[in-house]
Nanobody, 118 residues
Framework: QVHLVESGGGLVQAGESLRLSCTTSERIFLLNAMAWYRQAPGKQRELVAEMTSIPGGGRSNSADSVQGRFTISIDDAENTLNLQMNKLNHQDTALYYC?????????WGQGNPVTVSS
C-alpha cells in the first residue's frame, strides 16, 4: 500500500507560479514511475507530466500544453515528487492528482485544486 499526500495548490493570477508536492509513504526509488494528472470541470483526466524509469535514474515527459512552463522533479531524500508550474493561465485550472505506479497497481493522491484567475 502506497499513500500519497499532496500539497501546494491554491488560487493564483494568470502569469504567476505554483509548486505542487506529493510525498509518498514508500521510498520513491522503489516506485516504477510517478506522474501528475489533472482534471478540469467537465473534462476527462489528462496526463500533465510523468517521471518514468525511476529506479534507473528517471526520465521526464510532459504534455505539449505545459512544455516550457511546468517541470517535474523528484526529491529522493524527502520521497517527494514536485511539479513546478510557471506562467500559469486559466486553462491550467483543474484538480491535480499525484499518481504512483508499482508492479501491482497504480495509486492516487486525494487531488489538489489549482485555480488560475484571468
Amino acid at each position: 500500500q502506497v499513500h500519497l499526500v499532496e500539497s501546494g495548490g491554491g488560487l493564483v493570477q494568470a502569469g504567476e507560479s505554483l509548486r505542487l508536492s506529493c510525498t509518498t509513504s514508500e521510498r520513491i526509488f522503489l516506485l516504477n514511475a510517478m506522474a501528475w494528472y489533472r482534471q478540469a470541470p467537465g473534462k476527462q483526466r489528462e496526463l500533465v507530466a510523468e517521471m518514468t524509469s525511476i529506479p534507473g535514474g528517471g526520465r521526464s515527459n510532459s504534455a505539449d500544453s505545459v512544455q516550457g512552463r511546468f517541470t517535474i522533479s523528484i526529491d529522493d531524500a524527502e520521497n517527494t515528487l514536485n511539479l513546478q508550474m510557471n506562467k500559469l493561465n486559466h486553462q491550467d485550472t483543474a484538480l491535480y492528482y499525484c499518481n504512483a505506479k508499482t508492479l501491482s497497481r497504480p495509486y492516487w493522491g486525494q487531488g489538489n485544486p489549482v485555480t488560475v484567475s484571468s
